[in-house]
Each structure stands twice: as structure tokens, then as C-alpha cells.
């Protein structure tokens, strides 16, 4: 009996929490779903038929094959080289003192803040000629010649991984600070180095923050737009990019389409690293 | 030529953290460094380590001074309190880890790892993973590892503090075979008395960043030259009082301490502290103490009392369960000081 009562309870708690899920997540995919599937043009609520016309473009052309693998590895470029800038950035303030540390947690929240749109534009005008960066060191003499650094493959990467690091900073900081000291502090008795220690003892032990850091970089950058649009050319463009622009020309079900693509290959990567990095058990009570 | 720590500083922003600490270790000397939260005690284990830099003094080991040797040249292995096991490595693992840094081959350092195992009574876990093994495991898995680099010296901060009595027992006493059987100099930090007291050659109290008394745990209790070490080391109790003819008197009341005084030479009308065990209460006495509750230790009757601010543990020489006692002390089986100006 009391099983069952306990099962009712849980079923009655978890409840709003599913037909909250439903609603936001389940009915759109569905909606999305329905439209992927309809013949291009139209939507079935429209009075379009089923077709599968969309993804048959897809898989014909190869052009949508090549952006995805380039979206893929771009973000995996950009989740890795945040990761390196960041997590060394992390160590230092999660040795900080406590005011110095707090500071700079409310900087990264701040710069957090701080929309996609107006890091694009903060950047463009960074890295502009007329009065950004190239600019200033040709009048100093350290540049002849300058031209604008953006747009370019250089500029997007460059924002793309500036963007990423607060938010790598703000995920790595409590397993960090968490960390005991005395392991590095052992390890140091023991005749290694600091970068021996890094290497050796720092990352192995925080790989699961890492590994976890890496994979929101990646979920995030993959649907990211405004960042590549506004600072690459349109030989950089991510994935994501061609989504928006099939939107905006009303083609919706080509959109949905891609992005159910999109939506597969980063379950698939996802899954993939999970079952190589993922699983492996780290000690929470040393963290 | 053992270890030795002189005249060692440590002033960490404005704090001053150890203020002039003398230490003289004889080489396979067992010692505990004894005093309570904060006195500096991890501290000067950490400089005796190289991991804290020290302001002022100079550090010798084997006559050699080794006050800015980096840790990794001091030929010493530590546990630390939270024994810092690695835990993304097995038991064995974490035993070979420091082996990586001398010149051996892998079958080498797996021998020795597994000897070690042998000699801590953990060669059957040797394939666990840390989250896997009990705190007394890992507690012998942490002094294997620290013994992987055969140091002349070990260094244990609080090794035992999370382990239950028994278990404190058991290892308490390994760690002592193991010390005698390598004849290895040990330094452990502790604020148990009765751990200090129970497994060490020499014990060093400290209090306030300095080293109050250094000495072996029958000196400290028969001859504490401190306050703070007759109160520390066991006789916790305390009254202030003061002499004038013919008896010692509490302080602020008059009330009769003690009669037989005469042999002390202590000179009227001075304030002093006077420590006192359990054991050394008489009934020949007029200070006033509240009863809060009784005891009994197999036979042994004692009384949880109220005096002044005090929590103080007495025997129960009266009959019955009086609310209110009148005690004297004797002072044969006492400690008195001349009373800091401060107090």
C-alpha cells in the first residue's frame, strides 16, 4: 500500500513538471517536426502533404554536408581553445582572496550580461580600421598599410572564443575553488613541477567539470549566429546561419529541416563524447 | 643532527602566525606538535615542509640549512589532514605516482608500491579506486605514499583527526611500528592530548605562534613551566586566587583555598593561577561550586560543576548528591603560576 501511495505522490508531483515539459518542449518539436515533413513552401497545417523533398535537398547536396562538419569543427575548435584560455584564468582567481575572487565573479557575470549582438559590435568596431585596433598601431607606426580585421575567419574565431570564456569561467570556478590544494601541494613534495602538477594531477582531477564546461561551449556555440554572420564572411558562416536566412526567406519547413539535421549531428557528437569521456567516475569528495 | 627549526617566523599579512619558534628533533624521534585550533602548529609543519615560506629563522635538517630548499629537495614525505590522495588514480597507482620521479623501472616502482602495501596491510585493495576504500584504508594508503620516497623524515597534519577511536587506536600504533622499524624521523601535528601523549617521544605545545614547552609527555605533566601547559595538558580546571599568612584564598572572595602552602615560597598579597585536577580536590576548603549533574566511572564518583564560568570536573567526596559543594585543593597535586599582569 504504502508503495503505491508513494508512487501516486510522486506521480502527482511530477505532474506540472510534464505537462510543463510538453507544452515547451515536446508540442513545438512536434510542430517543427510536422513542418520538416511537409512539402516545401508549405506547412501542413497549411494543407501541404507529407514529403520528405526537404531532407532529400539536404543529403543531395553535399554544400549542406561540408557547412555542417566545417559548424561542427569550428565549435569544437572554439569549445577547446576556450577551454586552454580559460581554465588556466580560472586557477588563478580561484586562488585569489576572497574579495578579489568575488570581483571577478561579478565581472564574468557582468560581462555575461551583455548581449551577443553588442559583443559582435563592440568587436567590429575593435578590430575596424577607422577607429579600432589597426588604426591605432598604424599610428604608431607598428602597422603600414592596415586594413580592417574583420570580416575574416581570424575575427570570428577570435569573438567566438572571447564570448565563450566568461561562460567556461563562471563553470569551472566552483570545481576549481573546490579543489583541494593539498594535491598539488603533495604532488609538489613529490618533485614535480607546476606544469607537471597541471598536467598531472590538476586536469585528470577536474575532468569532469572540463569534459561537462566543454560540452555546454559546444551546445552553445552550435546555435550561435550573430557572432559568425556579423564578424566572417560568408564563407565562414556557421550552420546556424543558413537556418536564419531560410527563415527569414519563409521557408520554414527547409529551415526546420536543417535544423532537425543540426539537432542529430550535435546529439550524435554529444553522444560520442560521452560515451569516450563522459563516463569515466570522478571522486566528488576530492573536487 | 636531526631536524631544527630556530627562531622561525611566519607574518602573513599583518598576522603574525609563529613568532620565534625554537624545535630541535633527534634524528628517528617521534614528536607531536600539540596545541589547540590556531596556535601555529600546521603552520610550522608546512615550514618543516617548504610549502610556507618563513619570515624570519633558519630551518637545518642533518646539519644541512634547508630554510629555501624547494619541498621536492628536503628528502621528506607528508600526509596531509585530507590525506590529498589522488582520485583519479587506483591504490597502487597513487603509491607509484612519487616513484615516477626516481630513477626506476616500472616493474621497480610496482615492486616497491606493492611492498609498501604489504608493510600498511593493503595489497588485496590495490586495484581500488579511491571512492572505493574506507577511511582507514585510505589513511594507509596516504603514509604508504608518503613513505614511497623512503624520506628521512615524515610529516602527518592531524593524520587521524577523521577516523573513529578505535580506528585512531590501531593506526596510531602502526604508524609507530612503521617509524621504528625505518627508524625515520616523524613530526605530527595534533590537537588530541591523549594521541600526542600516547604515541610520541617528545611533545611540543604551542600556543599563540609560540612554542610554550617542548619536552616528553612525563615531563609535560609532572613539570608543566607554563599556564597555558599545566591547563592544557590535562589539569583544566582553574582558580585565580591569591596568598597572605597562612593559606592560599580565591580571588575577590577570601575563600580558603589551601592550608598547606608553606613549602611553595609565594609571596603575599600576588595574584596567582592555580591548575588542579579532578584528583587533587579536598573537602578542607571553602571555594563554592554548583552541581550540575553526577557520574560514575566504574567506582569512581564525580561531579560536573559550575564554578564562576567554569565547567569543572571534581570528585565526589561528599555524601550524597549535594546542589552545592565547598572544595579545597590540594596543592601537591596542583600547578600554580604567578598571574599574568594581563589576566
Redesign the interface.
Known amino acids: 500500500m504504502t508503495t503505491i501511495d508513494s508512487r501516486k505522490t510522486n506521480l502527482l508531483t511530477t505532474l506540472p513538471v510534464l505537462l510543463f515539459v510538453l507544452l515547451t518542449s515536446v508540442l513545438p518539436i512536434c510542430f517543427l517536426l510536422s513542418n520538416a515533413f511537409s512539402e516545401s513552401g508549405t506547412s501542413l497545417d497549411q494543407g501541404g502533404g507529407l514529403s520528405l523533398e526537404n531532407f532529400r535537398e539536404i543529403f543531395y547536396d553535399s554544400y549542406y554536408f561540408g557547412r555542417m562538419l566545417y559548424t561542427v569543427s569550428l565549435v569544437l575548435l572554439v569549445s577547446v581553445l576556450t577551454l586552454i584560455v580559460a581554465m588556466p584564468l580560472t586557477i588563478v582567481i580561484a586562488r585569489l582572496k576572497n574579495f578579489w575572487r568575488s570581483t571577478w565573479v561579478v565581472l564574468l557575470l557582468a560581462s555575461l550580461a551583455l548581449s551577443e549582438v553588442l559583443t559582435a559590435y563592440a568587436w567590429q568596431i575593435i578590430l575596424s580600421k577607422s577607429s579600432g585596433l589597426p588604426g591605432w598601431l598604424e599610428s604608431l607606426g607598428l602597422l603600414t598599410d592596415s586594413n580592417s580585421w574583420w570580416p575574416g575567419f581570424p575575427a570570428m574565431l577570435l569573438v567566438l572564443v572571447y564570448f565563450s570564456i566568461p561562460i567556461a569561467m563562471v563553470m569551472l570556478l566552483p570545481p576549481v575553488s573546490r579543489m583541494d590544494g593539498s594535491l598539488s601541494d603533495t604532488a609538489r613534495m613529490m618533485g614535480f613541477s607546476k606544469i607537471e602538477v597541471l598536467w598531472r594531477i590538476t586536469l585528470p582531477v577536474l575532468r569532469k567539470p572540463i569534459f561537462q564546461t566543454g560540452l555546454l561551449l559546444f551546445l552553445l556555440n552550435t546555435g550561435g549566429f550573430v557572432i559568425s554572420q556579423q564578424l566572417g564572411r560568408p564563407s565562414d558562416w556557421m550552420f546556424s546561419v543558413f537556418i536564419a536566412d531560410f527563415m527569414r526567406s519563409f521557408n520554414v519547413p527547409f529551415a526546420v529541416a536543417l535544423a532537425l539535421c543540426l539537432l542529430l549531428t550535435v546529439v550524435l557528437v554529444v553522444g560520442v563524447a560521452y560515451l569516450a569521456f563522459g563516463r569515466q567516475d570522478v571522486d566528488s569528495r576530492a573536487v | 643532527m636531526g631536524l631544527e627549526a630556530q627562531d622561525v617566523s611566519v607574518t602573513i599579512g599583518q598576522t603574525a602566525i609563529l613568532k620565534g619558534v625554537d624545535l630541535d628533533i633527534a634524528p628517528g624521534k617521534f614528536i607531536a606538535l600539540l596545541g589547540p585550533s590556531g596556535c601555529g602548529k600546521t603552520t610550522l609543519l608546512r615550514v618543516l615542509?617548504?610549502?610556507q615560506e618563513v619570515s624570519a629563522g633558519t630551518v637545518f635538517f642533518e646539519g644541512k640549512n634547508i630554510t629555501i630548499a624547494?619541498?621536492?629537495e628536503r628528502n621528506?614525505?607528508?600526509v596531509?589532514?585530507?590525506l590529498?590522495?589522488?582520485?583519479?588514480l587506483n591504490v597502487v597507482e597513487n603509491i607509484m605516482?612519487?616513484l615516477k620521479?626516481l630513477d626506476l623501472t616500472k616493474s621497480q616502482r610496482l615492486d616497491r608500491a606493492l611492498s609498501l602495501l604489504e608493510m600498511v596491510h593493503m595489497v588485496e585493495f590495490r586495484e581500488r579506486?579511491?571512492?572505493m576504500i574506507s577511511g582507514g584504508q585510505a589513511q594507509r594508503v596516504a603514509i604508504a605514499r608518503a613513505l614511497a620516497?623512503e624520506p628521512k623524515l615524515l610529516l602527518l597534519d592531524e593524520p587521524f583527526s577523521a577516523l573513529d577511536a578505535e580506528l585512531r587506536e590501531e593506526l596510531r600504533t602502526e604508524i609507530r611500528v612503521i617509524q621504528r622499524k625505518l627508524g625515520i624521523s616523524v613530526v605530527m601535528v595534533t590537537h588530541d592530548q591523549h594521541e600526542a601523549f600516547t604515541v610520541s617521544d617528545v611533545v611540543g605545545v604551542m600556543n599563540e605562534g609560540k612554542m610554550e614547552q617542548v619536552g616528553t609527555p612525563d615531563s609535560l605533566i609532572r613539570k608543566p613551566t607554563s599556564s597555558f601547559v599545566a591547563k592544557f595538558v590535562g589539569q583544566r580546571n582553574h582558580i585565580s586566587c591569591f596568598y597572605r599568612e597562612g593559606g592560599l584564598y580565591e580571588a575577590g572572595t577570601n575563600n580558603l583555598v589551601s592550608h598547606s602552602c608553606s613549602s611553595l615560597k609565594l609571596s603575599p598579597y600576588t595574584k596567582y593561577d592555580l591548575y588542579y585536577s579532578s584528583e587533587a580536590i579536598t573537602t578542607m576548603g571553602q571555594v563554592k561550586a554548583d552541581a550540575l549533574y553526577y557520574r560514575n566511572l566504574g567506582g569512581r564518583n564525580e561531579i560536573c560543576a559550575r564554578y564562576k564560568e567554569q565547567t569543572i570536573w571534581i570528585h565526589n567526596l561528599w555524601n550524597g548528591q549535594p546542589d552545592r559543594v565547598s572544595f579545597g585543593v590540594d596543592l601537591s597535586a596542583s600547578f600554580i603560576f604567578e598571574a599574568n599582569d594581563d589576566d
Not at chain 2, 590529498?84 to 583519479?88: I, K, T
Request: aromatic share 12%; net charge positive; hydrophobic share 40%.
Open positions: 615542509a617548504g610549502l624547494k619541498p621536492s621528506c614525505g607528508m596531509f589532514q585530507s590529498a590522495l589522488f582520485p583519479h605516482f612519487p620521479k579506486s579511491m571512492s620516497q
